[in-house]
T-cell receptor, first 114, second 114 residues
Framework: GAVVSQHPSWVICKSGTSVKIECRSL??????MFWYRQFPKQSLMLMAT?????????EQGVEKDKFLINHASLTLSTLTVTSAHPEDSSFYIC??????????FGNGTRLTVT | AQSVSQHNHHVILSEAASLELGCNYS??????LFWYVQYPGQHLQLLLK??????LVKGIKGFEAEFIKSKFSFNLRKPSVQWSDTAEYFC????????????FGTGTRLTIIP
């Protein structure tokens, strides 16, 4: 089946630094990528939607200058958490969507900001 | 906007017991309904989905769910669980033509005791 590879699976960074999370669709072309965030004991919350070659559309309350999303190709989308703070510590999940295909999720990235 | 409630945060059952996980949504219009499962250390996987037609939907691994429109519910059921069903289960909804943006519930952790 279709696979979405998300890397890294776990990252610790210091407050004030930036972290990049990659999401690759390995055997399909993802025209749309979704980025979700999950805080402990809460539901997955959609952060943004990105279409290949276009600027991402952010959900209300998500700072676009803090969470930079790039979807430069049909197989790669990146999320960069800039100037990370402890409150950004969370579980980030990407999912890819191809035409006439269901959503495929990555394994997620656990970010801890110290 | 839609919202999804999953009433059971953690369910513990013995093998062979019957399972029912609750899911209620809040939205006045037509919705698509999903159940996803996340096994430990793995990505979210689609268990089953309802778009229209027969409100009793059968999914993979012996799971089924029933859409009851009058109750805004989409409960997940399995007549006899196995140890391998230990996982986190998420109910989700989206609206037809809504660009596949999903609204998730908080999830239910299912622990099966051998």
């Amino acid at each position: 089946g279709a696979v979405v590879s998300q890397h890294p699976s776990w990252v610790i960074c210091k407050s004030g630094t930036s972290v990049k999370i990659e999401c690759r669709s390995l055997d399909f072309q993802a025209t749309t990528m979704f980025w979700y965030r999950q805080f402990p004991k809460q539901s997955l919350m959609l952060m943004a939607t990105s279409n290949e070659g276009s600027k991402a559309t952010y959900e209300q309350g998500v700072e676009k200058d803090k969470f930079l999303i790039n979807h430069a190709s049909l197989t790669l989308s990146t999320l960069t958490v800039t100037s990370a703070h402890p409150e950004d510590s969370s579980f980030y999940i990407c999912s890819g969507l191809a035409i006439n295909s269901p959503l495929h999720f990555g394994n997620g990235t656990r970010l801890t900001v110290t | 906007a839609q919202s999804v409630s999953q009433h059971n945060h953690h369910v513990i059952l013995s093998e062979a017991a019957s399972l029912e996980l609750g899911c209620n949504y809040s939205y006045g219009g037509t919705v698509n309904l999903f159940w996803y499962v996340q096994y430990p250390g793995q990505h979210l996987q689609l268990l089953l989905k309802y778009f229209s037609g027969d409100p009793l939907v059968k999914g993979i691994k012996g799971f089924e769910a029933e859409f009851i429109k009058s109750k805004f519910s989409f409960n997940l059921r399995k007549p006899s669980v196995q140890w391998s069903d230990t996982a986190e289960y998420f109910c989700a909804v989206n609206t037809p033509g809504g660009n596949e943006k999903l609204t998730f519930g908080t999830g239910t952790r299912l622990t099966i005791i051998p």
